[in-house]
C-alpha cells in the first residue's frame, strides 16, 4: 500500500515521519500516528465529519461489545490488504486487523491511530482515496457514503467491497425516543447490482439509561432530542433495542459499473432517517 499526494495524485515516499512526493509536496505524520491528507479546500467545514461527542460515544458504546455480532459478519469476507472507509474511532479496523483507515473526522483517526499504530490513519474524503490505485483487497464500509469510482480504483482486480447499512426496523425503538412518528429506514441496496453475497444481521439488545444515550449520541438522532428527551432517556430503566443491518459484498466489476451509471460516483447510505455514526 502506497500513499497518494492528495494535490497531484503522485505516489508519496515516506521517510521518518514525512511524505512528500516528486513535484516538493511534503506532508508530516502527525503524533498520534496519523496522516492529514485533507487539503483545506476539499472541506465542507471547518471541522467535516462526525464530533468529538460522537466519537467518544461510540467508542463506548462499541468497546462495550454491543456491535460485535457485525464486527464478527465483517470477519467472514476478509482477504488480504484491509481499508475501512469511514472508519471513525476505529473499532471495526482495530477488531478486524486492517491494513489501513480513512475518515474525514480528524478527531476520529487521532483516535483510531493511537489504539492500533499496527495500520495506517488517514484524515481523507472517501471522494478522493490517497492511496494508489490496487492497493486493496477488501474494503469496508460500514454506514458510511460510498464513491463507487475510486473504491473500484484502489481495489485489486480479484478485490472487493464489503457494505453495511441498515434495515427498515434498525433501532426503530431508539427512534421512537426522539420522534413522534417513527419512518422507517429504505432498505434499499447501495448500487443497483446483485451483490457476491448477502446477509442480514438481526439482534436485540438490552440497554439502559447511560448506554441509551451513547447510542443515541452516536446517532444522528442525538441533534434532534431535546434536552428534555434526553434526560428522559438517560433516566430510562433497561429496554430492548432492534439491531438489524443488511451486509452485502460487491466485486470490483459491479462497482465500475456503478460509478458509470451514478456521473459521480457517490453512493449514499440509503435510509429516511438520519445516517447512524456507524
Same mark, same amino acid.
Given at each position: 500500500?502506497t500513499l497518494k499526494c492528495p494535490i497531484c495524485d503522485a505516489p508519496l515516499t515516506v521517510e521518518m515521519r514525512t511524505a512528500s512526493?516528486?513535484?516538493?509536496?511534503?506532508?508530516?505524520?502527525?503524533?498520534?500516528?496519523?496522516?492529514?491528507?485533507?487539503?483545506?479546500?476539499?472541506?465542507?467545514?471547518?471541522?467535516?465529519?462526525?464530533?468529538?461527542?460522537?466519537?467518544?460515544?461510540?467508542?463506548?458504546?462499541?468497546?462495550?461489545?454491543?456491535?460485535?455480532?457485525?464486527?464478527?459478519?465483517?470477519?467472514?469476507?476478509?482477504?488480504?490488504?484491509?481499508?475501512?472507509?469511514?472508519?471513525? $474511532?476505529?473499532?471495526?479496523?482495530?477488531?478486524?486487523?486492517?491494513?489501513?483507515?480513512?475518515?474525514?473526522?480528524?478527531?476520529? !483517526?487521532?483516535?483510531?491511530?493511537?489504539?492500533?499504530?499496527?495500520?495506517?490513519?488517514?484524515?481523507?474524503?472517501?471522494?478522493?482515496?490517497?492511496?494508489?490505485? $490496487?492497493?486493496?483487497?477488501?474494503?469496508?464500509?460500514?454506514?458510511?457514503?460510498?464513491?463507487?469510482? $475510486?473504491?473500484?480504483?484502489?481495489?485489486?482486480?480479484?478485490?472487493?467491497?464489503?457494505?453495511?447499512?441498515?434495515?427498515?426496523?434498525?433501532?426503530? $425503538?431508539?427512534?421512537?425516543?426522539?420522534?413522534?412518528? !417513527?419512518?422507517?429506514?429504505?432498505?434499499k441496496p447501495p448500487i443497483n447490482e446483485t451483490p457476491q453475497t448477502q446477509q442480514l444481521i438481526n439482534f436485540q439488545l438490552t440497554l439502559a439509561g447511560p448506554e441509551l444515550i451513547d447510542l443515541l449520541a452516536m446517532t444522528p438522532y442525538y441533534w434532534?432530542?431535546?434536552?428534555?428527551?434526553?434526560?428522559?432517556?438517560?433516566?430510562?430503566?433497561?429496554?430492548?433495542?432492534?439491531?438489524?443491518?443488511?451486509?452485502? !459484498?460487491?466485486?470490483?466489476?459491479?462497482?465500475?459499473?456503478?460509478?458509470?451509471?451514478?456521473?459521480?460516483?457517490?453512493?449514499?447510505?440509503?435510509?429516511?432517517?438520519?445516517?447512524?455514526?456507524?
Amino acid at each position: 500500500m502506497t500513499l497518494k499526494c492528495p494535490i497531484c495524485d503522485a505516489p508519496l515516499t515516506v521517510e521518518m515521519r514525512t511524505a512528500s512526493c516528486p513535484a516538493n509536496h511534503s506532508f508530516d505524520q502527525a503524533r498520534e500516528g496519523y496522516w492529514n491528507l485533507l487539503p483545506a479546500h476539499h472541506k465542507n467545514s471547518a471541522l467535516p465529519g462526525d464530533s468529538k461527542t460522537m466519537l467518544q460515544a461510540r467508542r463506548r458504546f462499541l468497546e462495550a461489545g454491543h456491535y460485535r455480532p457485525l464486527a464478527d459478519a465483517l470477519q467472514g469476507h476478509l482477504q488480504g490488504d484491509v481499508l475501512d472507509i469511514g472508519c471513525g $474511532e476505529g473499532y471495526y479496523a482495530r477488531t478486524l486487523d486492517a491494513t489501513a483507515g480513512l475518515d474525514i473526522a480528524k478527531d476520529g !483517526v487521532k483516535m483510531a491511530a493511537k489504539r492500533h499504530p499496527q495500520a495506517t490513519y488517514v484524515a481523507a474524503s472517501a471522494t478522493r482515496l490517497p492511496f494508489i490505485s $490496487e492497493s486493496f483487497d477488501t474494503l469496508v464500509s460500514v454506514f458510511s457514503p460510498l464513491h463507487s469510482s $475510486e473504491a473500484a480504483r484502489v481495489l485489486r482486480p480479484q478485490g472487493h467491497l464489503i457494505w453495511v447499512g441498515p434495515q427498515a426496523s434498525h433501532l426503530n $425503538e431508539l427512534a421512537g425516543l426522539v420522534y413522534d412518528e !417513527v419512518r422507517p429506514h429504505q432498505a434499499k441496496p447501495p448500487i443497483n447490482e446483485t451483490p457476491q453475497t448477502q446477509q442480514l444481521i438481526n439482534f436485540q439488545l438490552t440497554l439502559a439509561g447511560p448506554e441509551l444515550i451513547d447510542l443515541l449520541a452516536m446517532t444522528p438522532y442525538y441533534w434532534s432530542a431535546s434536552a428534555e428527551k434526553q434526560k428522559a432517556i438517560a433516566a430510562s430503566p433497561s429496554m430492548d433495542i432492534s439491531v438489524a443491518f443488511t451486509l452485502r !459484498v460487491y466485486d470490483v466489476g459491479a462497482l465500475s459499473r456503478a460509478a458509470k451509471s451514478t456521473g459521480d460516483g457517490i453512493v449514499e447510505t440509503p435510509s429516511k432517517q438520519p445516517k447512524e455514526s456507524k
